[in-house]
């Protein structure tokens, strides 16, 4: 079973909605991302959260928003997707914080349709 | 950027058999992980491998990190079909400042017949 928790497992959302991914880890990890992955592709960095405070975005639209309100929760709040950012939407968390070199562990993810 | 890659991109092994897989790197090799994800599953997280040389074993899969650093390869000695998946390696990569972030590469699909 994986440490780290994410939910809903899977979403259907119109381009107007708006939805929430949420992730949840409980290994006293201070380092969290959010990666994307379109099938038959590896996974593709979106943001990374290091002691809290955001520390990486690869440059991901504004309809994507992550949010960190400690350091056991992240979340990724969705405004306004196109059909081409559904996809499966990967939480990981690590040790260090992102300038040290330590395995991230992955959660099961949240399969996205967007309509 | 660094780039990683990967080979083969699939591959079909008979139960029992040996196998190995490779990841090549453009550049030196900080940080070098391994993982395996069933799809549309999460990636679970196998080795990490830092020196060069330096080789970690589990179970029945053996990696291992060339002495310069850009070349490590994944062995699975007489596999099973729970070893089927999808083998990803990883590499700590500059993300800007003092953050490193981990890129992928494009992945090896295991397909163990038994």
């Known amino acids: 079973d994986t440490e780290v928790t994410q939910t809903p497992k899977h979403l259907v959302m119109g381009m107007t909605n708006k939805k929430s991914l949420k992730c949840e880890q409980h290994?006293?990890?201070?380092?969290m991302y959010w990666y994307k992955q379109k099938a038959k592709k590896p996974p593709e960095l979106m943001f990374v959260y290091s002691y809290e405070k955001l520390s990486i975005n690869e440059s991901v639209p504004s309809r994507f928003s992550p949010e960190c309100p400690n350091s056991s929760l992240l979340n990724l709040h969705l405004h306004a997707l196109q059909p081409e950012d559904s996809a499966l939407y990967l939480c990981?968390?690590?040790?260090?914080?992102?300038?040290?070199?330590?395995?991230?562990?992955f959660g099961n993810g949240t399969r996205l349709t967007v309509t | 950027s660094q780039e990683l890659e990967q080979s083969p991109q699939s591959l079909i092994v008979q139960e029992g058999k040996n196998l190995t897989i490779n990841c090549t790197s453009s550049?030196?090799?900080?940080?070098l992980y391994w993982y395996k994800q069933k799809y549309g599953e999460g990636l679970i997280f196998l080795m990490m491998l830092q020196k060069g040389g330096e080789e970690k074993s589990h179970e029945k899969i053996t990696a291992k990190l060339d002495e310069k650093k850009q070349q490590s390869s994944l062995h699975i000695t007489a596999s099973q079909p729970s070893h089927a998946g999808i083998y990803l390696c990883g590499a700590d990569t500059p993300g800007g400042g003092s953050n490193y972030k981990l890129t992928f590469g494009k992945g090896t699909l295991l397909t163990v017949n038994p």
């Open positions: 290994m006293g990890h201070r380092a």
């Open positions: 550049k030196t090799l900080y940080g």
């Open positions: 990981a968390s690590s040790q260090g914080g992102s300038g040290i070199s330590s395995p991230l562990h």
